[in-house]
């Protein structure tokens, strides 16, 4: 099927020109890498050749085997099972033990996972056997590495930490083969969304591969220490990480590398929010995945397009993208990427509403991957059913799905967002059931993963936060220590001019030079302390609003949560209890009538410290959400006009949050103080800033005391920081207006 003209076709077509010298580059490349390769190839066929059947030839047969394209998969088989057979004939069991790690490692990169685990098991009990420990760690690690695949994250953690510490207690030790190990336990936490110890393991492994002569190595721990930073939100140090990843792989003319890096450079813009900059990358990812035939890079470059596509509201190509994509994917019958590939088409046709062809996808996915033993991947996607059947209300069938998957989560990952989510599911369902015991059981496990997910992003946090403070304390530290050099550069050049204006000049040119001086660092030390105190001073007003979100959350998500239990709790109290005693009656549906308005104040109290709406739709919805709540009140009617304001999403946040306060601040003043029945709202987004104009038809105020109400005070503050400007006028009986500008404050890029 053909990507649709409109939306695609620039990113599978470019300018002639430029589509000319890439492809001739590719070619360069690919040519020269093949003859590199070739090379290699024959050098080693030639000395097979020459040799008769011994030990040194089988070997040699093992390490050609490694080097073949996955097209000649057969003649890689054909020359490890050859080595095997002399092996075995000469009953040499360490030769036996690599033969078998050769044929594991042939299946695992011809994506046969199953099978690669079994030829590993059996290098492993041999090698343990014999007592053969370099053998006994590489089919541990190798190990490691099929259960990460398949989705066994504790059972794969287990066996790292035994092969590293095999391969630690070899001399001498093989740095590369403990940096492959620890690149994979960073993989691996990664996939249980433990960030940190993700990059504490890359970390090492960047250690142990600092030298190495071994470039697809280097280029694979490179690429994985990008993503852990990309995952920290450390996008700048991952986007030149991935650069130099590049810069190595032009050098070695690795092509798979290139592929590798081209994408991952479009996850860390995606991530980052530039999804022009994401899209040019999968770009080029795709061209050159198609030059090479490599239909697996291809689907996963138009999935991740797909994303893009998403994250930006454009829908009309996605159908068309993750369809290409599973076509990619079957051209080499790569069933996992099969799997992913309808896994995410499931996902977003469920989140379209689209039930019927979603559950086609996801279940697809769902086979594939109990197929091919990736269970975890099997039960996000039975997930996935069981929520498409919640919102279709097949509770049954929603049942039957949702347990399945929180059966096969559990003891694997408890750290993850995909479990924390399935309980949010459950509770729902036995919610809408009448089943508030289940229902407060889920709820209850969703906080304390809540709580688990809250303290590591807590950690993450905290980590950025230190990372920046030493980034600004080393940058004002130059800072000053640079002025200073400047000064004393100052006054040796003014020393010396003053030698030769002495003798040219007059005594009070002098004079007049040492008095422009004085002025000048005067000057800079008026102007680093401005600084200062504009940096203190956003500092402090990032702070309160850092530490007013995080109250606002432990409110929103945890005392509403417990809030939530109690009803629960008490619903549950009065189903199983029967009331005899009206009395007993009355006060049980008090208690639950009070218990709500408690959980209302709550919600309110949180909303008021950091708006939700504000956070999760944008300035235009929460302003709508705050005027609506005004309106139902019947107490007050705001007349609402909007100009503009549909996607603030580059302003900054605290720019978006001082307009939102503007408006709050002066509504909450006209209901407490107005006495208004009517009141009109008018916000216009200009080309560089905002108008804000507000009237009532209240009492009005005294301008000439107006100062003295702490409101305005606030609200005069709230426009001066942001460097606006705004008027304030009434009179008594005839209401009052107020009309603040404030210049745009876009995002720091």
């Not at 070695?252 to 991952?264: D, V």
């Not at 813009?269 to 990358?281: R, V």
């Not at 408690?598 to 999760?616: C, D, F, Q, W, Y």
């Not at 005069?716 to 603040?740: H, M, Q, R, W």
């Amino acid at each position: 099927m053909k990507l649709p003209q409109s939306k695609i076709s620039s990113i599978f077509v470019s300018n002639f020109t430029v589509w000319l010298k890439t492809l001739l580059y590719l070619i360069a490349i690919s040519f020269s890498f093949h003859c590199l390769g070739q090379t290699k190839l024959d050098s080693i066929s030639q000395e097979i050749n020459d040799l008769k059947a011994s030990s040194a030839k089988a070997q040699l047969q093992l390490k050609r085997a490694l080097l073949y394209d996955k097209k000649d998969r057969e003649k890689a088989f054909k020359d490890a099972e050859e080595a095997l057979s002399y092996f075995k004939s000469k009953a040499d069991k360490e030769g036996e033990v690599d033969s078998y790690i050769v044929i594991g490692n042939i299946n695992f990169h011809n994506r046969n996972p199953k099978e690669a685990a079994r030829f590993d098991s059996l290098a492993f009990d041999l090698a343990e056997k014999i007592s053969y420990k370099k053998g006994s760690a590489t089919a541990l690690g190798n190990l490691a590495r099929e259960f990460i695949i398949t989705g066994n994250f504790s059972k794969a953690e287990d066996l790292l930490i035994s092969a590293i510490e095999k391969e630690q207690s070899l001399r001498p030790q093989d740095r590369d083969r403990l940096a492959e190990l620890y690149n994979r336990k960073s993989i691996l936490n990664a996939n249980r969304g433990d960030y940190l110890r993700s990059l504490e393991a890359i970390e090492k492994a960047m250690d142990f591969a600092n030298g190495s002569s071994n470039n697809i190595l280097l280029s694979n721990v490179y690429i994985n220490y990008a993503n852990a930073l990309s995952r920290l939100t450390r996008f700048d140090e991952a986007v030149k990480m991935h650069f130099k990843v590049i810069r190595l792989n032009e050098k070695t003319n690795n092509e798979i590398g290139l592929l590798k890096a081209y994408n991952n450079l479009g996850i860390a813009f995606k991530n980052a929010g530039e999804y022009d900059k994401a899209l040019e990358y999968y770009t080029k990812s795709f061209q050159l995945g198609k030059s090479l035939k490599d239909y697996k890079s291809m689907g996963l470059t138009v999935v991740n397009m797909a994303t893009v596509y998403s994250a930006k509201k454009e829908y009309s190509a996605l159908d068309t993208l993750y369809i290409q994509g599973i076509k990619y994917f079957e051209e080499i019958s790569d069933l996992g990427g099969i799997a992913f590939a309808n896994h995410n088409y499931g996902n977003s046709l469920v989140i379209r509403k689209n039930y019927v062809e979603a559950d086609k996808h996801l279940q697809i996915a769902y086979t594939l991957r109990k197929q091919i033993g990736a269970d975890l991947g099997a039960a996000s996607s039975q997930a996935i059913l069981g929520r498409s059947a919640l919102e279709q209300n097949k509770y049954k069938e929603a049942e039957l799905n949702l347990l399945a998957a929180e059966a096969a989560f559990h003891g694997k990952s408890r750290e993850n967002n995909t479990l924390k989510e399935l309980y949010g599911l459950l509770k729902d369902l036995y919610n809408q059931k009448g089943n508030y015991k289940k229902a407060l059981q889920y709820q209850t496990q969703e906080l304390e993963l809540e709580r688990t997910l809250f303290t590591e992003n807590e950690k993450v946090n905290t980590l950025k936060t230190e990372t920046a403070y030493l980034l600004e304390k080393r940058d004002m530290a130059m800072a000053l220590q640079n002025k200073k050099q400047q000064l004393v550069r100052d006054r040796m050049v003014f020393g010396g001019g003053s030698v030769v204006l002495i003798l040219l000049l007059i005594s009070l040119s002098l004079w007049q030079r040492r008095k422009q001086l004085k002025e000048r660092h005067q000057a800079q030390i008026i102007n680093l302390d401005q600084q200062h105190l504009i940096t203190l001073t956003r500092s402090l007003k990032n702070a309160e609003q850092e530490e007013r979100k995080k109250i606002a959350h432990k409110l929103h998500d945890e005392t509403g949560s417990m809030l939530s239990i109690a009803l629960l709790n008490l619903k549950q109290f009065q189903q199983d209890v029967p009331t005899i005693n009206t009395k007993a009656a009355q006060k049980l549906n008090t208690t639950q009538k009070l218990l709500s308005d408690i959980s209302e104040n709550v919600r309110g109290i949180s909303h008021t410290l950091m708006p939700i709406a504000l956070e999760k739709y944008g300035l235009r919805p929460a302003i709508h959400e705050m005027v609506t709540a005004v309106n139902t009140s019947e107490k007050l009617k705001i007349e609402e006009v909007f100009e503009g304001l549909e996607d603030t999403s580059n302003w900054s946040e605290e720019f978006n949050l001082t307009v939102y306060r503007i408006v709050q601040e002066v509504v909450n003043n006209i209901i407490k103080h107005a006495q208004a029945s009517h009141v009109l709202l008018q916000i216009v987004e200009l080309e560089d800033s905002v108008t804000i104009y507000i009237e009532d038809n209240g009492k009005g105020i005294d301008t000439a005391t107006g100062d003295n109400y702490s409101g305005l005070r606030m609200l005069k503050s709230n426009v001066e920081y942001l460097n606006g400007t705004v008027e304030i006028n009434g009179a008594d009986n005839k209401g009052t207006f107020i009309l603040a500008e404030l210049p745009i404050e876009k995002k720091i890029k």
